[in-house]
């Protein structure tokens, strides 16, 4: 939490003028007692009413006061408190933008997204509560006691006990729930699993008809929950009665003793009347303070929560100078690579492979053989554990982030879009690319067809993750987002899995037309993509088990052959 | 504000107590106690201030009248503190249990509804009705109803209490305070506004941070960092003065109550001295007293607390109630009409399928299939190919009566669909989906979803023939591995593997393949579809599949297209056509000629 406070610097002079404003209103609000203890005495029981009318119109102007200075307390705390997170959240933000993607993996997007919108909530919701009361509660609390003390000095002590005896109460509670809390937390969760999953599984549990035991096994999660929720609540439920129970037998000694200390001349009627106060405000502090407190609590875990990602250094540097490049160097070559992810067995074990400009490589292998770890390479969205990738003889870990990037067009697995239009989303390949340029583009992805359909062309809507298309539209249009760009090295990876064969034929087909010496990588789980390339990379296991052209490898690589035949069948490549 | 709160119909209300009819008891013992504590705790003031008049000056002090007010007061404390803790874990039992009846409600609804409703609902809007709506109904409407209940206990008696000691200085307190009121009112208003702006702006916020994060790789890919930081920036900056605005307003209220709040105490402690000094403002023939007074401040000084807590409980309560309406909206969801009292219960069907002019469509504006005849004789093999989208989907949903026909009949061995139990019906078909489906359990529980009965032996024979016995060795616990709903480490070959083995088990009499095999490779996939051929002899199946090698040795091969069977026949007939199908087989094999 600490190294956050960092974004609060700007704000360093509302930080301090919210609480001391707020203090200076506590310390009116503890003269009241004190005012209507002399009214009385010096009032009332003098018989002037003149006097008595003077202490009443301090108290209007004090609370006058009160309000002035409140209100400029409550803008100097938001303005402290929105300001310090709205940094913070920019901060995250464009944090989060330097980390490598294996940091991304391990962390998680769902958990990154928490981070950037409730626990900034709380974050800001806590901070701003905490500048208003934090001062405030213990001031008021410490210093009815010390007034108590001013009045009378065995009164003084029998403030002090009670505070110490409620504190110890209110951080016991809170000591026994904050855990239980926790547990009920993770119950929630599991009951919310169990939501999701019955509702994603909708066929699958009424195909088996499970729907009784589906509905048993949700009862007793959420019975279970109950009764997390009751046990917590009976321990939380005590600690108003005990409060008020204190309190109040505290009250009842402060009349005893008060009466025998004014039976003996040391103690004035008023002034059991301003003790008797003294007492009601720190009940009523006491209350709003262990509130304040568990928000404390909250916010400063979500605090920690932002704080260790901001802490997270990226795993990944970058020169600043572009390294120098070689013409006649292969465009992307493999010198011994193996790729490891966070411990686990190597994804990728001593690859090499050399491709020249120009040439299309097919990359075939069964389920986690490693093709998409091998093609994540080349842009270095990882890097490798041992060995070099090396694109135009340089080796890729020498390049300005940026550089390296532009010269390569990606068309991920996952086919999203972004809000905006369509055009807006193919620029993403280009700022500066032009109408023709973009219509190339569309026209070689296989999505005419789709601008066409909508009324607006180019400039059609998309939709947040580009929602209002279909997942073989969006594919092809993130296909022409990477065509947009012209890139040295264009890397499908299993990117026209929706597409049916057709498409994906005249698609292949159009990509190869395409002018200029661009090296395409083609991941795919079909044979039939990738029988045209130049080269195909065979993996197995993470190993490059073969590589040649289709013709060799039919005849040398018994893997190439069983995948080629499970999807042909043994007949048809004689024909 | 007076409007919008009329929104929340009656029926919902009604419901609502319907909810906590079975607490009635608890929820009734722990109204009580919230008499007990309010009343209580309103007669404190008054004894201290008896017992603060009997100890005016020195030597006159009467410590005989003492000692039993500051008993009572200890009394009246125990007694109080006593009932308040009961009510506070009688209503959140009463709160805890209402939630957990209405989840257990819902959640069997989901279970009951067709799947049309899972289909067309967005699932985390579901998941949020049943646990964030469920919890703020409760919370609110049981929480905001004892505050509620209290505030007006408290506010009434603190009236009354004053009244009794001095009905004009009362007047004066009663008169005041609508000051308070009014002014929370006006604030209340204002920011209501600014938080709305507030919440619309971090809305569009929680968009952009959501699509960026989700597909950061991609952001990264194309390098759009800085393009994406800077309309965050924007974002944020309006963002940041929206939430300001609204935070400020909102703070607003306490120190404006609190004003108006020490005017009343100001008020009463002037009116009070007038009363005892001069005689001023005294009622009848009591004096009033220091004592009086003080409790009198006391009341003043709590009489605004409620006002303004009741006006808090009705946005909370109005919350509560959107909630509750969300909810049972849920609950009132229509459920599948249910089985027919003389539904014909399936037993061991041959296996004979036909559709008689069937017709269906997802939206009634848009006819999707029509005129769909077909007959399948028992032990058929049946492929149906096509072009994504073209209906082949939708038949298997018509077939497991997941939808019904809107028109003509799908009948089994027969009978027509809608007159047998779903049941017995979904019983007899076996399904492998390529959206593959764990649930949260070990994988030997998820193998046996079909037959918890099932043995270990058993279990492990399934699994081998769907080629998962090695790969499931190698995993940590073995067959007793936990694997989550999002199938943890396993990748998604191997979770099609599961769902196959979890068919395996169940040896259906019919069976459905929908792209069954996609995600695992071809080489794995030969060996299951050996196993799979083994299982099919003699069984009538249903498989719907891209890859045009694993349907070619069906008996009849569908070839549909937009909702219609344009083709039908076994592969070398169509293939001899020269059609659709030809056209498809040409985009994957014709490759080789070139």
């Known amino acids: 939490m600490k190294k956050l406070l960092v974004y609060l610097k700007p704000y360093a002079k509302e930080s301090a003028a919210g609480p001391l404003l707020k203090l200076t209103e506590a310390a009116m609000d503890l003269a009241v007692p004190v005012i209507v203890g002399r009214l009385i005495d010096d009032g009332i029981a003098a018989g002037n009413m003149r006097y008595a009318a003077g202490m009443a119109g301090v108290l209007v102007a004090l609370a006058a006061a009160g309000l002035t200075i409140a209100i400029l307390a409550q803008f100097f705390a938001a303005k402290a408190a929105v300001g310090f997170v709205t940094g913070v959240r920019r901060a995250l933000f464009a944090h989060l933008g330097t980390l490598s993607y294996s940091d991304v993996d391990r962390l998680g997007a769902a958990s990154l997204i928490t981070r950037m919108t409730s626990d900034m909530a709380q974050l800001q919701n806590g901070t701003n509560l905490t500048l208003r009361l934090l001062l405030r509660s213990p001031f008021v609390v410490l210093g009815s006691t010390v007034m108590a003390f001013v009045i009378d000095l065995r009164a003084g002590l029998l403030f002090l006990a009670a505070v110490a005896v409620l504190a110890c109460v209110v951080f ?58 009751k046990a917590v609540g009976r321990v939380s439920a005590l600690l108003n009665p005990v409060t008020f129970l204190l309190i109040n037998l505290a009250v009842v000694w402060l009349i005893h003793t008060g009466a025998v200390r004014v039976e003996a001349g040391s103690l004035s009627q008023g002034q059991v009347v301003a003790l008797y106060n003294y007492m009601a405000q720190i009940l009523v502090e006491l209350i709003k303070g ?35 490049e070689d013409p006649d160097a292969p465009a992307v070559s493999f010198e011994d690579v193996t790729l490891a992810y966070n411990d686990a067995d190597p994804a990728l074990t001593r690859v090499s492979f050399a491709v ?119 594919q092809r249009l993130t296909i022409a987002r990477a065509l947009v760009r012209r890139p040295e090295i264009l890397i499908l990876d299993d990117s026209a899995s929706a597409l049916d064969m ?69 007949a048809v490549h004689h024909g | 504000m007076a409007e919008s709160k009329a929104k929340a119909p009656r029926g919902t209300v009604r419901r609502v107590l319907a909810c906590v009819r079975p607490y009635r008891a608890r929820l009734g013992l722990s109204v009580l106690m919230a008499a007990v504590f309010s009343v209580g705790e309103l007669t404190l003031p008054i004894m201290a201030g008896r ?30 503190a006593a009932a308040q803790w009961v009510m506070n874990a009688l209503g959140n039992a009463v709160t805890f249990g209402v939630v957990r009846d209405v989840r257990k409600q819902a959640f069997d609804r989901i279970l009951r ?83 709305q702006a507030q919440s619309t702006l971090r809305g569009e916020q929680t968009g952009l941070i959501d699509e960026t994060l989700e597909n950061i790789k991609t952001v990264k890919a194309f390098s759009r960092e800085a393009a994406r930081l800077a309309a965050f920036d924007d974002l944020n900056g309006r963002l940041s003065k929206a939430s300001l605005r609204a935070t400020f307003l909102s703070s607003l209220t306490n120190p404006t109550t609190r004003f108006v709040n020490s005017v009343v105490y100001a008020a009463v402690a002037l009116c009070g001295s007038a009363a005892i000094v001069s005689g001023h403002f005294a009622v009848g023939g009591a004096a009033f007293t220091v004592g009086a007074l003080s409790g009198f401040l006391a009341y003043a000084n709590r009489y605004t607390k409620p006002f ?39 037993t061991d069907p041959a296996g004979g399928v036909s559709f008689r002019d069937a017709a269906f469509s997802y939206d009634p504006a848009r006819p999707f299939i029509r005129d769909l005849s077909l007959d399948v004789k028992p032990g058929q093999r049946v492929a149906i190919v096509g072009p994504t989208g073209c209906g082949k989907t939708t038949l298997i949903n018509l077939l497991m009566r997941f939808y019904d026909v809107t028109g ?119 060996q299951i579809q050996a196993a799979f051929t083994r299982l099919m002899e003699g069984r009538t199946a249903f498989i719907v599949a891209h890859r045009l090698s694993t349907i070619r040795h069906a008996d009849v091969i569908l070839v549909m297209r937009d909702g219609q069977i344009v083709e039908t026949g076994d592969h070398e007939t169509l293939l001899a056509r020269g059609g659709f199908y030809a056209e498809l087989h040409q985009a994957q094999f014709g490759a080789v000629s070139t």
């Open chain 1, 172 to 229: 016991g509670v809170m000591l026994r729930t904050v855990p239980m809390y926790r547990g009920v937390q993770e119950q929630l969760d599991d009951v919310t699993d169990h939501v999701g999953q019955t509702l994603t599984g909708a066929r699958v549990v009424r195909a088996f008809c499970r729907e009784e035991s589906e509905r048993n096994a949700f009862a007793g999660r959420a019975d279970r929950l109950n009764r997390l929720q």
């Open chain 2, 51 to 80: 017992a603060i008049d009997l100890i005016v000056a020195p030597g006159s002090v009467d410590f005989a009248a003492l000692a039993p007010i500051l008993t009572r007061i200890a009394v009246v404390t125990a007694v109080c």
């Open chain 2, 113 to 195: 509804v067709p799947v049309k409703y899972v289909d067309a609902h967005p699932h985390g809007d579901v998941v949020s009705r049943i646990v964030t709506d469920a919890d703020q109904f409760a919370d609110g409407l049981l929480l905001g109803f004892n505050k509620c209940f209290c505030g007006v206990i408290s506010i009434v008696g603190t009236l009354v209490f004053m009244l009794v000691i001095n009905w004009k200085i009362a007047l004066v307190v009663a008169l005041l305070t609508p000051l308070s009121l009014f002014a929370a009112r006006t604030i209340s208003r204002r920011s209501y506004r600014a938080f």
């Open chain 2, 408 to 526: 003509g009949s799908v009948a089994v061995d027969g009978t027509d669909v809608r007159d047998i139990t779903r049941g017995s019906l979904r019983r007899s078909f076996g399904m492998v989906l390529q959206e593959t489906w764990l649930m949260h359990g070990t994988v030997a529980e998820n193998i046996a979803y079909a037959r918890p009965d099932a043995s270990r032996e058993e279990i492990v024979a399934a699994a081998k023939k769907a080629h998962a016995h090695s790969f499931i060795r190698r995993l940590p616990d073995g067959y007793d591995t936990v694997v989550g709903a999002d199938g943890g480490s396993l990748s998604q070959g191997q979770r099609q593997q599961l769902c196959a083995a979890r068919l395996f088990l169940a040896q259906p009499r019919m069976l459905i393949l929908d792209e069954a095999t996609s995600s695992i490779d071809t080489r794995t996939e030969q």
């Open chain 2, 308 to 346: 303004n807590e009741i006006s808090g409980v009705f946005a909370e309560l109005q919350n509560a109630l959107a909630c509750a309406a969300r909810l049972f909206e849920l609950l009132d969801a229509a459920e599948e009409t249910p089985d027919g009292a003389d539904a014909r219960v399936l």
């Open chain 1, 290 to 324: 262990a509130d304040l407190f568990i928000l404390l609590t909250k916010a400063i875990a979500c605090g920690n929560r932002i704080e260790a990602v901001m802490e997270l250094r990226s795993s990944m540097t970058f020169p600043a100078e572009a390294p120098a």
């Open chain 1, 502 to 570: 057709a498409t994906d034929l005249r698609l292949r087909q159009a990509i190869a037309s395409l002018p200029g010496d661009m090296t395409v990588f083609i991941v795919s789980q079909r044979a039939s993509s990738v029988m045209q390339a130049d080269v195909i990379l065979v993996l197995e296991d993470g190993v490059l088990a073969a590589c040649g052209d289709h013709e060799t490898l039919l005849k040398t690589s018994e893997i190439y052959r069983e995948i080629y035949e499970s999807q042909f069948g043994e």
């Open chain 1, 356 to 474: 020249r400009r120009g040439q299309t490589v097919g990359v075939v292998g069964s389920t986690g053989s490693g093709k998409t770890s091998l093609v994540n390479l080349i842009p270095r969205f990882y890097d490798a554990t041992g060995g070099v990738v090396r694109v135009n003889g340089a080796d890729v870990r020498d390049y300005p982030e940026k550089t390296l990037r532009d010269k390569i067009g990606v068309v991920p697995q996952k086919a999203v879009l972004f809000r905006g239009t369509i055009r807006e989303n193919l620029l993403w390949g280009s700022e500066d690319a032009t109408r023709e340029e973009l219509e190339q583009a569309v026209h070689a992805a296989q999505c005419d067809d789709v601008i066409a359909a909508k009324p607006e062309g180019l400039d059609a809507p998309v939709e947040q993750a580009g929602r209002n298309f279909s997942g073989g539209q969006r």
